[in-house]
């Protein structure tokens, strides 16, 4: 890990450095990019909102905390996919039992600081200064975080404030499960902005699965910056320049440009027909093998062999990972957020000749394992028994950013190193 000293103004935004960052580092400037306020002692950690102030978050910060600089994918996905992070019950009115909010106006009724949201449902809460926790019936409202202490009873006198929204953020919890004797493994914190490192002021909250931590963490973001965070969406071009030794930032493929196409022809043609798509799927893999066959006749090496470049160059790609252990490929994708398509490539701990493909898909954490294949001499990798083969992991993964094939969902996003 890399470290870099900037020298950063008072009115310098989180996007602002972010984007100075990017410049500096050569990195591709794609809005994915996050300044995270991390807390080693304290085992937290969030990413800015890129309206902050980076200095004035930096004040409330201890000595030994620090920023990372890292992608986060998911930081503005709830606006594309918004049914994905509010599950239909756990959202309501305020005051209203029965009351839903119809899924068109389910974002617009968190931007919108007249109305009043709330989400509602069970979490633990981990009792101050001891390891027991408490499974108790929690509201989200603008008015901050509340906890009945009746059941489910939402009746105002029965409603004990747990936290405001105001002067606190809501932070990933980065420590294990085993040290705080937490009883799932979704686990997320409330920090008062004004505390440093005194642990007793935390409110360590755990949810029963990943959905609903998602939907409490992302409901905390959007009602107390509201409209904020919808500006921060809408217009990410609209933004101050770092420096004057930078132009026009660098425009990223979108992965709604991913697309089958068609060469057979004098001009390229996007196949529509989905019948079509997964046809030319077949015989591109198909061509690749071939392709293969016709470097072994042409006296190239194979790609197994330690003197020949397919065997080594996947190992110059973002996506590729190298021998790191399972745990560790799920803390990389939860750290770059968990949307679909995020991935990456490592070497196999039970098949030194394998490889393994790890992928998020509707927020869990997947692995595919990558098999060489030897056919008349040739050595090529496939994930799928051999059905479709290739000669190098980076014609597979072009191949599987294109068409789904036997994955849950294309490859869209990589799960890149920090670039500094």
């Not at 509201?226 to 217009?235: A, P, R, T, V, W």
């Not at 989905?274 to 042409?298: C, N």
């Not at 196999?348 to 790890?358: D, E, G, I, M, R």
Request: aromatic residues 10%; positive net charge.
């Amino acid at each position: 890990c890399a470290w870099n000293v900037v020298e950063v103004p008072a009115d310098m935004r989180a996007r602002d450095v972010c984007q100075f960052l990017v410049y500096r580092s050569h990195c591709l400037d794609d809005n994915s990019w996050s300044l995270v306020e991390h807390h080693p002692l304290l085992g937290l950690e969030r990413c800015l909102e890129d309206h902050e102030l980076v200095v004035q978050v930096q004040a409330s910060m201890p000595s030994d905390s620090k920023f990372l600089f890292r992608k986060n994918y998911d930081k503005y996905e709830f606006f594309r996919n918004p049914l994905n992070f509010f599950p239909e019950q756990m959202v309501a009115w305020c005051q209203e039992s029965n009351g839903s909010i119809p899924h068109s106006q389910l974002l617009q009724n968190f931007l919108n600081s007249s109305s009043c949201p709330e989400v509602h449902g069970f979490l633990y809460l981990k009792a101050s200064g001891r390891k027991s926790w408490k499974r108790l019936s929690m509201f989200l409202r603008r008015s901050g975080l509340y906890y009945s202490t009746k059941g489910s009873s939402k009746e105002p006198r029965h409603l004990q404030l747990l936290s405001d929204l105001e002067d606190s953020s809501v932070f990933t919890v980065t420590t294990g499960r085993k040290q705080h004797n937490a009883p799932t493994d979704y686990k997320f914190c409330i920090k008062p902005s004004k505390v440093r490192s005194e642990c007793k002021e935390l409110r360590m909250l755990c949810a029963e699965d990943e959905q609903s931590r998602t939907c409490w963490m992302t409901a905390f973001r959007l009602l107390k910056y509201g409209i904020l965070l919808d500006q921060n969406y809408k217009s990410p071009q609209q933004r101050k320049s770092p420096g004057p030794h930078f132009s026009t930032p660098v425009r990223s493929v979108s992965e709604n440009s991913l697309v089958a196409m068609d060469f057979s022809g004098r001009m390229g043609r996007v196949i529509e027909n989905p019948l079509e798509a997964v046809s030319a799927a077949v015989e591109e893999g198909q061509t690749w093998r071939k392709r293969g066959q016709r470097m072994k006749a042409l006296g190239s090496p194979s790609p197994l062999q330690p003197s020949s470049l397919s065997s080594v160059i996947h190992r110059t790609q973002l996506w590729f990972r190298g021998r790191i252990r399972r745990e560790e490929s799920h803390k990389m994708i939860m750290q770059q957020g968990q949307v679909d398509g995020l991935f990456l490539l490592r070497d196999c701990q039970s098949n030194p000749k394998a490889f393994v493909l790890t992928l998020c898909h509707h927020q869990k954490i997947r692995h595919f394992q990558i098999l060489p294949c030897e056919e008349e001499g040739q050595m090529s990798f496939s994930l799928d028994d051999g059905s479709t083969k290739f000669t190098d992991l980076i014609h597979l993964v072009e191949f599987y950013q294109l068409n789904r094939g036997v994955l849950p969902c294309k490859l869209k996003h990589p799960c890149t190193a920090v670039a500094l």
